[in-house]
């Protein structure tokens, strides 16, 4: 498709020389076309505060040899400011030699004509660089605003997920109306001991920014197997027989499936469901190899499970239940502080 400039609004161009008569020939020339506004300066500092204002200049035609500073002084100044950078240039110049072009070509210069000018030839290559520009500022506009649009997506998608987890979340936890905000306050605990450790010899490797975003949000999902555990065990006041004890274990193998199931009609991989699998499969796994459902001991337990045993124990601790009140903080440490390198990787149990 052919791009043609549009001159609903007309193209400002900014016409820089230290002579006079040359200003007014360029000037009436330009004006006489009747397609342009040109604004005029006589030394490079003034050519520089006309570019930066706003709206800037569509195109410069630019003279080298003027006092002060130079044409090429003022090109080179032009394109190491982001504000100008864009801004064409065609430098206008009595310096006729192939290393004179060569240089301002090489100083970003859009086109290079000598004088004395030929009047055609000057807007042709007038109109080709607007020409020029008025494609790339589209593109920019284009990417500009495909990147906004990206964005706002992107929000939205990670908003809806946000509410889908706290709804499936929150469907588990009203199974259990007893553990009150417990998968708010766990969700928060992982993320502070994530942070804690993101330093430690042992983390670094896993714990950076994105990971740690991923597993405060992934963590709400740890007991969301729970919705497969029958009432009359999963709301039964007392203590479990081993049998029901062995139904209750379940939970981490249900809430597993029901994620990977989700994953699976997603049709790809997706980070936070990956820790939330591993969370809700392991997170009842202890560092001796006593947990469940796989016995797995030490490093083999994936680090997301590790930091989920510690705040989901913890706030099991603190919270009221029915047969049960909640401890103090310092008696819910000291128990923790026993339970290292038995329930606890050791490493992600030091309070200060």
């Known amino acids: 498709m052919e791009l043609s400039l549009d001159f609903t609004r007309k193209p400002t161009i900014l016409v820089v020389d230290d002579t006079p008569d040359n200003l007014l020939l360029m000037a009436n020339l330009l004006k006489e076309h009747g397609r342009y506004v040109v604004k005029a300066a006589n030394n490079g500092e003034k050519a520089l505060r006309i570019a ?23 090109a080179q100044t032009l394109k190491a400011d982001p504000a100008t950078r864009d801004i064409p240039v065609i430098f206008l110049t009595v310096m006729s030699s192939t290393a004179d072009e060569t240089r301002g070509l090489e100083l970003g210069a859009a086109d290079y004509i000598t004088k004395p000018i030929c009047p055609p030839v000057v807007l042709a290559r007038v109109e080709t660089q607007l020409k020029v520009k008025a494609a790339a500022d589209f593109l920019k506009d284009k990417n500009d605003y495909l990147e906004q649009e990206v964005a706002r997506r992107t929000r939205e998608v990670m908003a809806i997920q946000d509410v889908t987890i706290h709804a499936m979340a929150s469907l588990a936890e009203t199974r259990d109306n007893e553990t009150g905000n417990h998968i708010r306050r766990t969700q928060h605990y992982v993320k502070v001991l994530a942070e804690h450790l993101r330093d ?16 405060y949000k992934s963590a709400p999902l740890h007991d969301i197997g729970k919705i497969g555990i029958p009432d009359r065990i999963l709301l039964k006041p007392g203590r479990f027989t081993p049998e029901e004890f062995e139904i209750m274990k379940t939970h981490t193998t249900l809430g597993r499936d029901a994620i990977a199931h989700a994953e699976q009609q997603l049709g790809a991989d997706v980070d936070f469901l990956r820790l939330a699998k591993e969370i809700a499969y392991g997170h009842q796994e202890k560092w001796n190899g006593s947990g469940y459902p796989e016995g797995k001991a030490g490093d083999d337990i994936p680090i997301s499970a590790r930091l989920m045993a510690v705040a989901d124990v913890y706030d099991a601790l603190i919270s009221r239940r029915v047969y049960k009140e909640g401890m103090s903080h310092e008696d819910a440490v000291r128990i923790m502080l026993n339970g290292r390198g038995s329930h606890f990787d050791p490493t992600c149990w030091t309070p200060s």
Request: no cysteine; glycine share 8%.
């Open 200 to 215: 430690h010899p042992r983390f670094r490797h896993f714990l950076d920014d994105e990971t740690i975003g991923l597993l």
């Open 52 to 74: 930066r204002a706003d709206p800037p200049p569509d195109l410069i035609l630019l003279d080298i040899m003027m006092p002060g500073m130079s044409g090429h002084e003022v």
